[in-house]
C-alpha cells in the first residue's frame, strides 16, 4: 500500500507531498521524504559507487526502513518524484509505470499558466489524478 | 487526448501579442516591453521543456542540452531542425542558426510603402520586438535543465523574410 507520494522542486523545496495512509502521520513521512533527499543527491554526485547508470531518470529503491520504502525518479529538469511504500513486495515495473504516469500528471499540472514555478501545486485535478494513479496501483499478484 | 489549434490561429496571437505590448501597453517604452515579452518567452520555454524531457535520459553536459533544443525542442515547436551550430567552447558562446524561421513567414512587412526609411525602421523594429519571444523561450527551456545563460537574436536578410536567415548567440555564464 502506497503510504505517500512526493515531488521535490530542483531547489529541495517541496511541491506537492500526499499521504494516503488516513492516520495522521503526515509529519513522519515529511521526515521520511526528507531524508530520502539526501540519498538522491549522493546517487547522482557519485556514480562510480553507485549500480545505476547516470542518465536514467528512474532511481530505484533508495532508503529500506523497518516498515517503508522509499523509491526515487529524477526528471530532466532536477525534480525528484518520492513514493513510499509499506509492501514489501513490490515489483520494479509496476514501479516504473507508476513513475511514469505519476511525471505525466505533474507535466500537465505545470503546464498550467497559472502555476507559479517553484510553488507548490495546488491544482485539484492534479490531487485527484495522483489518487488515481495510487488507488490504481497494484504491486502485481501476491504469493 | 490533446485537441490541435491551426497553426494561422498561432501566429495570430503571437503577433498581437508582440504588437500589444509594443505598441498599446508600453508604446513609450520598448525596453520594458521587449523584456516583458522575453518574460512571456521565458515562463513557456520552462513550461513546455518539462514537456519535451519526459522520457528522456539526463543530460550529461551543456553542449547535450543545446543539441536537444537544437533537433528535438525546435522540431517541437517549429518543425524543423535548427540548421546550424557553432560554438566557441572558451568563451562560453553558442550559436544557433535557423535559415527559415517559421514565424518570420507571416510578419507582414510592406517594403514598397512610400516612406521607405519609417517603414523600414518599424519593420525592423517589429521583428526585433518578436524575437524577443523565442529568446525568451530558449532561454527559459535552458534555465529548467540547469543552464543559465544569456540569448540574444539577430536577424539579416529581413526585408526579404521568406529567407531570413536568424541566429540565436547563447552566452554561458559559467
New interface residues.
Partial sequence: MIACVAVVG?QNNPLYLQSFTGADDALKLHHIVHCSLDVIDERVNNPKRSVI?????YLGLLYPTESYKVYGY??????KFLVVTTDLDVKDTDIRSFF?RF??AY?DA??N?FHV?GKKIISRIFAARVSGIVKAFAPGTYG | MGREVAESCFDGLIIEMVSAYGRRFYATKPDLASRRIEAIGFQVGHQLIERYTVERPRFSDHLEAIKFICKEFWSELFKKQIDNLKTNHRVGTFVLQDNKFRWFTRVLIDPSSEDNEASQGSSSEATSMLLHFPCGIIRGALSNVGISCAVSADASNLPSCESGILVFALKFSI
Fill in positions: 530542483h547508470t547516470l542518465n536514467e531518470s529524477l526528471s530532466n529538469t532536477k525534480v511514469r511525471h505525466a507535466v505545470v503546464s499558466p514555478p
